[in-house]
């Protein structure tokens, strides 16, 4: 953890090619990409593959989720979770930035 205050949460993420998180949720939250990468989503059944360059700045809804880096490059972003931005719906199918 990198900053919290009684509204938001500060994250920094890495992992290194072939890694694979467990299934954990997000509340609302606004991702930053420190570097680019490309990483496979799970929810589910369901999947999504997103490739992120450096420098991105995009809103997350609530999600609840689990990833595994597909690329050949380290994954390396900030997440700032919303405190009051709702937990993650499982009858919604949201993976990834919007």
Do not use: C
């Not at 205050?5 to 500060?10: H, K």
């Not at 380290?74 to 931005?85: I, M, P, R």
Request: glycine content about 8%.
């Amino acid at each position: 953890m990198v900053f919290e205050n009684e509204r938001v949460r500060v994250l920094e993420y890495t992992d290194a090619p072939g890694d694979r998180t467990t299934e954990h949720e997000h509340p609302d939250s606004v991702m930053v990409t420190l570097s680019s990468f490309r990483r496979r989503l799970h929810a589910g059944d369901a999947y999504r593959d997103v490739d992120l360059p450096t420098g991105l700045a995009r809103w997350l809804p609530a999600q609840r989720h689990s990833g595994e880096n597909i690329g050949d490059t380290a994954s390396h972003a900030l997440f700032v979770e919303l405190k009051d931005g709702g937990p993650a719906r499982p009858d919604e199918a949201r993976l990834g930035p919007e």
